[in-house]
């Protein structure tokens, strides 16, 4: 089965850029999303299609992909930015597939 | 403003059965594919199954593929999961989400809390 990988967590300070990775053999093929959860709340959609941001989120949210890594950075970063943020893709053979999640902490 | 509900959780004895629904307004229900996917306590988002827009295309994930049934009433903008042979490690909250065009899971509801416990 198809597997993403995410460190488990991050701390940035505010107004710093936090950066939160997902790896996947060729991820770069498959178009990867990105979830924003905070505690106790639904995921909600940050990123799109490795990339693309849906209407009403900040253009302080912005992905890439380089290799087998897909990027979520989040630039000048506020506090209610703390969360966990998952990366997402459709594989074939696997269906839906998550990141195992990293946890955003705004020191 | 799109808003889905899911209703149907409680709890239940381990080996026994629920229907969770998931009511949606607004967006085209039946132009889109539905998915369930579950968070249980303190752990990540697991994908559950899939459902096409005329349910011609139906996915489950390995870890409840022949106890979950998922279906759907386009008349009634109404997504359902049918729970059977519910195990201890079935307990999470399940949400339902809309598929964009690229696979991204759009929108959520809130969520809908299973506990499977004797």
């Known amino acids: 089965s198809y597997v993403l990988t995410q460190a488990p967590s991050v701390s940035v300070a505010p107004g710093q850029t936090a950066k939160i990775t997902c790896g996947g053999n060729d991820i770069g093929t498959k178009g990867v999303h990105w979830y924003q959860q905070k505690s106790g709340q639904a995921p909600i959609l940050v990123v799109y299609?490795?990339?693309d941001r849906p209407s009403g989120i900040p253009e302080r949210f912005s992905g890439s992909i380089s290799g087998n890594t897909a990027t979520l950075t989040i630039s000048m970063v506020e506090v209610g930015d703390e969360a966990d943020y998952y990366c997402q893709v459709w594989d074939s053979s696997s269906g839906h597939v998550f990141g195992t999640g990293t946890k955003v902490s705004v020191l | 403003e799109v808003q889905l509900v899911e209703s149907g959780g409680g709890l239940v004895k381990p080996g026994g059965s629920l229907r969770l629904s998931c009511v949606t307004s607004?967006?085209?229900?039946?132009?889109?594919?539905m998915n369930w996917v579950r968070q249980a306590p303190g752990k990540g988002l697991e994908w559950v199954a899939s459902?096409?827009?005329?349910?011609?295309?139906?996915f489950y994930g390995d870890s409840v593929k022949g106890r979950f049934t998922i279906s759907r009433d386009n008349a009634k903008n109404s997504l359902y999961l049918d729970m059977n042979s519910l195990r201890a490690d079935d307990t999470a909250i399940y949400y339902c989400a809309s598929r964009g065009v690229v696979y991204q899971l759009d929108y959520w509801g809130h969520g809908t809390l299973v506990i499977v416990s004797s």
């Open positions: 299609d490795d990339s």
């Open positions: 607004e967006f085209l229900f039946s132009d889109s594919t």
């Open positions: 459902i096409s827009s005329g349910s011609a295309y139906i």
